[in-house]
């Protein structure tokens, strides 16, 4: 195997071609002495690095290979004498290596960490806080004390850090209070009934209390539901309500009076406005609700919800009723009486909606200057819903205030009631129109609109201007309404960048230290998971600044998710 093994190392350093020649010399050599001997090959092996091409799979680096030939030459009778003869390629040096001797084979084994197997469940190393593990493993506070206790960096705003327990610290302790698993699941089933029952009676109790309230008056003001309502578009929406209640009134007595199909479409008209109104301050009330539980972002689109109501109220309603009564009095028409009080009511009421009009215009504008926007845009993409109603439907209130003038006029005029009828049909129609702009605009707010384009480009800009950002992909900045905006990115750190912030905070003599006394894989590890984790809530830490950082320079960003990529 040795002399095959050798060819096949010299054919890889010199060539196959090289190889033939110089066996061909040889047996030139030996036919010439007319005894024909098998030239040998010695091949010395040093460490395994490459692959010599053979027929059999050895592994080895060749760092000295050695090939000589035997010729024998007669020299006189029976005399023989042994030439070595030099191949020009080999280097001086190997020829003098001894021809016998052989290095023994070394083999370097590489160290290679053995991978654990967790399964689809492993929580040993989870981390819980003292409520949890109080409400969870039915512990109290003294059995936590005896814990080991681990400072973890606190997810929330108001504090720096908080406490927490390892979780197979907190089971095992569980389980030396209580004995067995079985007796601590009979434990929290207790636990469960008695909340159940003291939600049970805390609802009772709030009842009664309510109604105690009500009996003896609530004395307490309720500071925040009134100036919501005193300022801003809670103001256009209570002036709106008590202008739109008294216009309905006197707009049901002109028709009853008159018998006038118009006048009819003018007071469900206000009618109409006045229920929708109703549902905007339902929904502003709602929207200024605080989070809780269930609804972890809030309220606020509640507004636009309420506006989705309204549009789809003014349809059924006002539009609705309008085409119908208009439709009748051209099917049948009917004599109308002195119009002389209708008149009086509809320039009444072109006043009064021309003030709520002039109201909403205002704050609309005020508004709209606020986010920088034109007023045009401001409206056209519903930036305030409940404002936005209020405009549309003062605006509709005094064109159609004009329509009903106008037709009742040409059915004074000319004696003919088709006249008042068509006006009828005009109100529903602009009714129809508005309240299909209030059901598109408010339904694309719910689907979940986009800030302006600069505001996304501000915010990109200053996460890719931090020295830790290396890029930012997939934003999304999302208006929740109020002026509340949530901003999603997938971050892309600069891990060098992270690693010297670590590096920075820490003792290098010490690490140094630390570096020297590794030995084993075992504590070459055990060194690595350390500054690992600590490197991780570094990581973490810059995350926080970021999110804090957008958040103090945009106050209309209230909720920021930074995705690391």
Not at 28 to 41: M, P, T, V
Not at 199 to 206: G, S
């Amino acid at each position: 195997m040795l002399p095959g093994l050798a060819a096949a190392a010299a054919a890889h350093r010199w060539g196959w071609s090289s190889l033939r020649r110089l066996r061909l010399r040889c047996r030139a050599a030996a036919r010439g002495s007319g005894e024909l001997q098998e030239w040998q090959n010695l091949v010395t092996f040093g460490s395994f690095s490459n692959v010599v091409p053979c027929s059999h799979s050895y592994f080895c680096t060749l760092s000295q290979v050695k090939l000589y030939s035997t010729n024998v030459q007669k020299e006189g009778q029976g005399s023989k004498t042994l030439q070595v003869e030099k191949i020009p390629s080999f280097d001086e040096a190997e020829l003098k290596a001894p021809l016998t001797k052989q290095e023994p084979l070394q083999v370097r084994v590489k160290a290679v960490l053995k991978k654990r197997e967790y399964g689809p469940k492993y929580t040993q190393n989870n981390f819980i806080t003292g409520v949890r593990a109080i409400n969870e493993f039915c512990l109290k506070s003294s059995d936590l004390e005896q814990l080991r206790k681990i400072r973890q960096r606190s997810p929330h705003e108001d504090t720096e850090s908080f406490t927490v327990y390892l979780r197979s610290d907190v089971e095992a302790k569980s389980l030396e209070v209580w004995g067995s698993p079985e007796a601590l699941a009979r434990e929290k089933k207790l636990r469960k009934k008695a909340e159940i029952e003291y939600r049970e009676r805390l609802f009772r109790n709030q009842s009664i209390l309510r109604e105690y309230s009500d009996f003896l008056g609530n004395t307490k003001p309720r500071s925040r539901m009134t100036s919501v309502f005193l300022k801003g578009p809670g103001k256009v929406v209570m002036v709106a309500i008590c202008i739109n209640g008294l216009n309905c009134f006197f707009k049901f007595l002109a028709w009853i009076y008159t018998g006038s199909a118009s006048m009819f479409s003018e007071a469900i008209h206000s009618l109409s406005d006045t229920c929708n109104q109703g549902l905007l301050a339902l929904g502003i009330s709602k929207s200024i609700q605080t989070p809780d539980p269930s609804h972890p972002y809030g309220f606020s689109n509640m507004r636009y919800i309420a506006s989705l109501i309204s549009g789809v109220g003014i349809f059924m309603m006002g539009a609705g009723l309008s085409w119908y009564h208009g439709i009748m009095g051209l099917l049948h028409p009917q004599p109308m009486e002195s119009l002389l009080w209708a008149y009086c009511i509809l320039a009444g009421s072109l006043v009064s909606e021309g003030a709520t009009l002039l109201v909403a215009v205002n704050e609309l504008r005020r508004s709209a200057a606020a986010k920088g926007m034109s007023f045009y845009k401001y409206v056209m993409e519903s930036r305030d819903p409940s404002t936005n109603v209020i405009l549309l439907e003062d605006t509709a209130a005094v064109l159609g205030v004009t329509i009903a003038a106008t037709c009742m006029g040409l059915t004074s005029i000319t004696g003919n009631p088709l006249y008042d009828s068509l006006g009828s049909l005009g109100v529903g129609t602009l009714l129809g129109v508005v309240s299909a702009f209030l059901i598109y605009t408010n339904t694309e707010a719910l689907l979940g609109r986009s800030i302006q384009p600069e505001q996304v480009q501000r915010l990109t800009e200053l996460l890719e201007n931090d020295p830790s950002v290396r890029a930012i992909h997939d934003v999304k900045a999302t208006d929740l309404g109020l002026g509340k905006v949530r901003f999603k990115a997938e971050v892309d750190f600069d891990g060098r960048v992270v690693t010297r912030s670590y590096l920075e905070k820490q003792d290098f003599d010490q690490m140094l230290q630390e570096i020297q006394e590794v030995k084993t894989p075992e504590e070459l590890e055990t060194f690595m998971l350390k500054h690992g984790e600590n490197i991780i809530d570094t990581l973490g830490a810059e995350v926080d600044r970021l999110e804090k950082e957008l958040k103090k320079r945009n106050p209309e960003v209230r909720h920021v998710d930074l995705e690391i990529l």
